[in-house]
């Protein structure tokens, strides 16, 4: 983006922003050209920022999952590691469960092959951004022994999928979650 006029780099951030809307109501079919008209913008602007629907999604993504990088990098020095993990997992579940589309992207990049061009990896940045959090809280013995980011992602993407047609998929989701981490047997 850099080199572009003002306007231009309005445009951009107009449109992320427009366009994650969408996708959080639509799924990643949402129509390029009602994000357009939401923006106030042509679709020649969309196409030129964005010149592909790919594009575009992968533009939505990565804003979000660096997002949930950052929060990790926050959380990582909380006194509670268990807390701070918890808290990041339902972020990730929170952005999973509201984003259409985003739950199948992530279920592809886990069964792509690792020499494979994920569609936007955006599981191999959230593994980077989530693994400090899993390491600390098993080390403070937060976490059972033997369970890792990959288990966790997988399970989150699991629940998102679960619960993405339902009309209120984050509460849903959520209470899987928390079915999950507490287990379904009585303590």
Do not use: K
Request: charged residues 25%; negative net charge; contains cysteine.
């Amino acid at each position: 983006m850099t080199g572009q006029r003002a306007d231009a780099r309005r445009n951009y951030t107009l449109l992320l922003s427009v366009a994650e809307r969408a996708i959080a109501e639509q799924g990643a079919d949402a129509s390029l050209e009602q994000i357009a008209r939401t923006a106030g913008v042509g679709s020649g602007t969309v196409r030129r920022h964005f010149p592909t629907r790919h594009a575009l999604l992968e533009a939505v993504f990565r804003r979000q999952v660096d997002a949930l990088g950052d929060r990790a990098r926050e959380l990582a020095g909380r006194p509670d590691s268990r807390a701070a993990l918890l808290e990041w997992l339902d972020a990730v579940l929170a952005f999973a469960a509201t984003t259409r589309g985003l739950a199948e992207a992530l279920n592809r990049d886990h069964e792509a092959d690792p020499g494979e061009a994920h569609e936007h990896c955006a599981t191999a940045r959230l593994t980077e951004a989530g693994d400090p959090l899993v390491r600390r809280a098993a080390d403070d013995g937060g976490l059972a022994p033997g369970v890792t980011i990959t288990d966790l992602l997988t399970l989150v993407t699991g629940i998102a999928l679960a619960t993405e047609h339902s009309p209120d998929a984050a509460t849903a989701a959520n209470r899987l979650l928390r079915l999950t981490i507490t287990g379904v047997s009585p303590a």
